[in-house]
Nanobody, 124 residues
Framework: QVQLVESGGGLVQAGGSLRLSCAAS????????MGWFRQASGKEREFVAA????????YYADSVKGRSTISRDNAKNTVYLQMNSLKPEDTAVYYC?????????????????WGQGTQVTVSS
């Protein structure tokens, strides 16, 4: 069992930056690939970024590539999402998730544990 708690969301102006954190509990956390998804009001949950268990492999949605960096610190049981040059269309609830065995990094169906989410609002 892995429990995930996101933090770091908030209100920021367009062009600003935020760093989201996801604190995990559970002895096997470091063996899970991790991902960030987001869901805007009235829209489907969408993939943002993912990272392999060791941190050596990363994956990004085209919409955030070049503006965001996912990283993890297994010693601290924490995954991060640094987001720069934020746009109003980045406004959403951001969720951290732990990926199960197999399946695509890009699909929510492949993730087995989810956090409660943290709100990110980007004003224009």
């Amino acid at each position: 069992q892995v429990q995930l708690v996101e933090s770091g969301g908030g209100l920021v102006q367009a062009g600003g930056s935020l760093r989201l954190s996801c604190a995990a509990s559970g002895r096997t956390y470091s063996t899970y690939p991790m991902g960030w998804f987001r869901q805007a009001s009235g829209k489907e949950r969408e993939f943002v970024a993912a990272i392999g268990w060791s941190g050596s492999s990363t994956y990004y949605a085209d919409s955030v590539k070049g503006r965001s960096t996912i990283s993890r610190d297994n010693a601290k049981n924490t995954v991060y999402l640094q987001m720069n040059s934020l746009k109003p269309e980045d406004t959403a609830v951001y969720y951290c998730a732990a990926k199960g065995i197999g399946g695509s990094y890009y699909l929510a169906s492949g993730y087995v544990y989810w956090g409660q989410g943290t709100q990110v609002t980007v004003s224009s």
